[in-house]
């Protein structure tokens, strides 16, 4: 009888191969199907890497050519059930290596070999020894008196004791102090009561818990101001009490600090938060504690999507229509398609919450897919705002705002409220001009003979910047075409604003928020907390169109939407007009009622005459049925492969072989074409557009396609991706 074949580990590494790659055990281990989903070290080429165990099995080659893994990580497996099935689907769905997909699940300390974090709580008490002890002056002596009360938990210590760690090593090592396990500091916290729902808000609660027992995409559409955190708040008060987990995704990190004291108020429970802004360790942890339960609530950015949920019982995803929940680099998903999509693996529902919804959401909606909520009115005593438009053809403007403009600020301020002007573009200037010659001072990195790349001006005209590729350089301070002295700053990004109207209102605070200024950990926050409810004008970008509820805001201003009404992008309208209601939804959400002005040099186009005269709503039909002829998202698929490489023959010479293999498949090729931006960093960009009627067709050309460009000499010349669902074609 033939001796049955030994098994070893498949391990999915996390590098840009479709493919897996076959390890023996360590020395001792007898595999089995709990494996599947532990990290383990191994050798590849020089290198030692950190992979995930993606299946056990015989080996595809001779046992004896295997080379042996490292060390086995986990004792359990990080990734197992649910979430590794719906990971290996993203996988399949974006044709993506399993390798890489794994290693964005997890966070970054988990990803390079570290320990899962302990996640209990500790603190720190006096020993017998030290509670008798005499010490002398000094930081001991402080640490000391202040366990002299008790136990006091580290958490407390980090927010009221700098220094203290040193303290306690130092009492520790005499043995005069030792380190405890204590309850977590915030495990019982009171729960503030919140205000009555009204009848639509009731409705919309009480078809989310209707749901609890199953899956089900609930589309939560409700203008600005209408409660929607209310009804989120009572779905998940409801999952906490069927003992069950939720996770909240929100767009951006300046929302999370506002979310998480909202929550941790209404909730009772300890809130945990997911974004870039907090370290690999505090990353860690939190992931940590979502693995083990402990964590029942989190609210995190696109990344949090991944979070491991044992015991889930709601998903929430804000602002579901926002741009930022596509990843645009490394591994290309969604978070809001990928939380449905984890949503019905585990069992749950999931909400997606919008004033403005996508037009793929509205469209699903209105095939039944999901089910639709309305919220028509603010909540409370709040009034929609007021709109206007201004023309500001043949006006005199400075810095970009109108006269007119400017005397509405000035009323609103004369009344004791608050003013935003918004302003889609940071910096302070978009281009720096000569006015003797023309010159224009371009990115040498992203510039082509035929379409250049302006360098955007900082620091009140002393610094050039490309937001593109990050290139700086001093401003010159003459012209290097023809030497003249008449360089000027054309147009006004957010820092030449807030330099006006500082200087037109010097006794009232202008605060302006960009990413310029909100780099910090909680740098959002922190501003708009001193900001204060007294007069004052905020000067911002799209950061401050979402989620922030500014009661003494009475005026809105928004300026520089020309830009958006003629892009090439098929999605500029909607991403326009999403932007537009959003920034608007800002004014009179309290008792004050609220002005909103929308200045533009085309007062007559079709986009803001429907939005005023209809609504989002009207809007979105129109564009629908646009979409719909043009054979557009949502109603047809798309993917984008891209390819980059410093000579474009090379990248063009990868496409055309891309195109060569798509050519045998039922889909429609674009391209190789430049692509809107033909040069980024240097590199010469090109691309393919791919689309199809249906998505089994469109990924049946992909799968066919794209294991064969793996290896073709033309992939290992150039930097390529394939992103299925682009969000935009740049």
Request: proline share 7%; charged share 25%; aromatic share 4%.
């Amino acid at each position: 009888m033939a001796e049955r074949p030994r098994l070893v580990w498949s391990v999915a590494l996390p590098v840009p191969l479709p493919r897996r790659f076959d390890y023996r055990p360590t020395d001792g281990h007898t595999v089995g199907p709990d494996d599947v989903g532990r990290r383990v070290r191994v050798p590849l080429g020089k290198r030692e890497l950190v992979g995930v165990i993606a299946a056990v099995g015989p080996p595809e080659r001779e046992e004896a050519e295997l080379k042996a893994a490292l060390e086995l990580l986990d004792d359990t497996p990080l990734l197992a059930g649910e979430l590794f099935d719906s990971l290996r689907w993203l996988s399949r769905y974006l044709h993506a290596p399993l390798g890489e997909v794994f290693a964005t699940a997890l966070p970054t300390l988990l990803r390079h070999g570290e320990a899962l974090p302990d996640t209990r709580s500790w603190g720190w008490r006096l020993t017998e020894a030290g509670r008798e002890a005499t010490l002398r002056p000094g930081r001991p002596r402080e640490f000391a008196t202040r366990l002299g009360a008790g136990t006091v938990g580290e958490a407390e210590l980090d927010e009221t004791a700098a220094g203290w760690r040193a303290a306690a090593r130092t009492l520790a090592a005499r043995g005069l102090a030792e380190r405890v396990e204590v309850a977590s500091a915030d495990a019982a916290l009171p729960a503030e009561p919140g205000p009555e729902l009204n009848d639509e808000q009731r409705v919309a609660v009480d078809a989310i818990v209707a749901e609890h027992a199953g899956f089900a995409a609930l589309l939560l559409d409700g203008v600005t101001g209408s409660g929607k955190t209310e009804v989120y708040l009572n779905a998940i008060a409801d999952c906490l009490a069927r003992g069950r987990q939720a996770l909240v995704l929100v767009p951006e990190i300046g929302l999370t600090p506002q979310t998480l004291a909202r929550f941790r108020a209404r909730l009772g429970v300890p809130v945990h938060a997911l974004h870039s802004g907090l370290s690999d360790g505090e990353r860690a942890r939190t992931w940590a504690a979502c693995l083990r339960g402990q964590a029942r609530v989190v609210v995190g950015t696109r990344s949090a999507v991944f979070l491991p949920l044992p015991q889930a019982g709601l998903v929430v995803v804000d602002e579901e229509h926002d741009g930022s929940y596509k990843q645009l680099d490394g591994l290309r998903y969604h978070a809001r398609d990928f939380a449905l999509v984890r949503a019905k693996a585990l069992g749950v529902p999931v909400v997606l919450g919008s004033a403005t919804p996508s037009l793929e959401s509205l469209r699903n909606a209105e095939l039944g897919r999901y089910h639709h909520l309305r919220l028509t009115h603010r909540a409370g005593l709040a009034r929609p705002p007021r709109v206007r438009v201004l023309d500001v053809r043949k006006r005199a403007l400075h810095a970009g705002l109108s006269n007119e403009l400017l005397e509405a600020i000035d009323a609103a301020l004369a009344a004791d409220g608050q003013a935003l002007v918004f302003k889609n573009r940071r910096g302070y200037a978009p281009v720096l001009l000569c006015h003797d010659c023309g010159w224009n001072a371009q990115c040498a990195r992203c510039s082509t003979p035929t379409h250049g790349s302006p360098m955007t001006v900082h620091a009140h005209g002393r610094r050039l910047q490309c937001h593109h590729c990050g290139a700086r350089r001093p401003a010159p301070n003459a012209c290097p075409d023809c030497g003249g002295l008449a360089l000027q700053p054309q147009g006004a990004g957010t820092e030449r604003i807030e330099e006006l109207l500082g200087e037109r209102f010097p006794d009232v605070p202008v605060l302006r928020i960009d990413r310029g200024t909100t780099q910090r950990r909680d740098a959002l926050e922190q501003h708009l907390a001193g900001f204060g409810s007294g007069r004052g004008i905020l000067v911002g970008t799209q950061m401050l169109a979402k989620g922030h509820d500014l009661p003494n805001l009475t005026l809105v201003a928004v300026v520089g939407i020309d830009e958006g009404l003629f892009s090439a992008d098929f999605r500029a309208p909607e991403k326009l007009a999403q932007l537009l209601i959003q920034v608007s939804g800002r004014a009179g959400r309290a008792q004050r009622s609220g002005q909103v002005l929308l200045q533009t040099h085309h007062p007559g186009h079709p986009l803001l005459h429907i939005l005023l005269e209809g609504g989002y709503h009207a809007f979105a039909e129109a564009e629908l049925a646009q979409r719909e002829a043009a054979g557009f998202p949502p109603f047809g698929h798309l993917a984008l492969l891209r390819a980059e490489a410093q000579r474009i023959e090379l990248a063009d010479a990868f496409l055309k072989r891309a195109r060569e293999a798509l050519e045998l498949s039922e889909v429609q090729l674009h391209g190789p074409l430049p692509a809107p931006m033909p040069r980024r960093a240097g590199y010469q960009r090109l691309q393919l557009l791919v689309s199809a009627p249906d998505r089994p067709s469109l990924h049946a050309a992909l799968d066919l396609a794209i294991p064969t460009l793996y290896e073709t000499p033309e992939a290992r010349r150039v930097r390529w991706s394939l992103d299925v669902d682009p969000v935009d074609l740049y």
